[in-house]
């Protein structure tokens, strides 16, 4: 398998275990919140400046002209007065540009989608899944309370929607963004990754 494959998901889809299921089965690197660290040794930033980043993102037009941004994707690199937000992100898609280059590999989240959509080589999954899946997994793989799991979903799907939506300028849930996408919660996770296996041409 000699692609890059990006994937953006659900909270509780179990996007991230897919991820690395099929970083297993094709025994190649698998980048979630190592790009966090790799991007903090790389540019000096602190990590938790990076994890604190996608919960302050905003989809406000009015924020991102103050910031100096393009709304539509296009990062004014002259531009002097980046926040330190933009900055962070700038830093964690040059992190990604590089391990895309080392080979195949896994990326999970922070827009990679987007900062590699340049490369032939991508392929863009988007797992979702019904939500008394996602509230099932919620509570048994991150015991969160069942009775608070919804809530907690749907906070983190915002602030997920809000960060892609700032920085790339589309919907993190406009499907046609993604080259396969999959329900986690009618397949099954191990089904999910043979599905996407075969996708592959495996």
Known sequence: MNKIITISRQYGSGGREIGQKLAKHYDIPFYDNEIITRAAKESGFAEETFARAE??????LLYSLAMGINVYGN??????????DDRIFLAQSDVIRKVAEEGPCIIVGRCADYVLKEREDVVNLFIKAAMSFRIERAVSEYDIEEN???DVILKNDKRRGNYYNYHVGEKWTDLNNYDLVVRSDLSGIDNAVKCICTYLGE
């Open 75 to 84: 990062q004014d690199f002259g531009f002097s007065g980046l926040s330190l």
């Open 55 to 60: 919960d302050k993102a905003t989809n406000s």
């Open 148 to 150: 608070k799991a919804a």
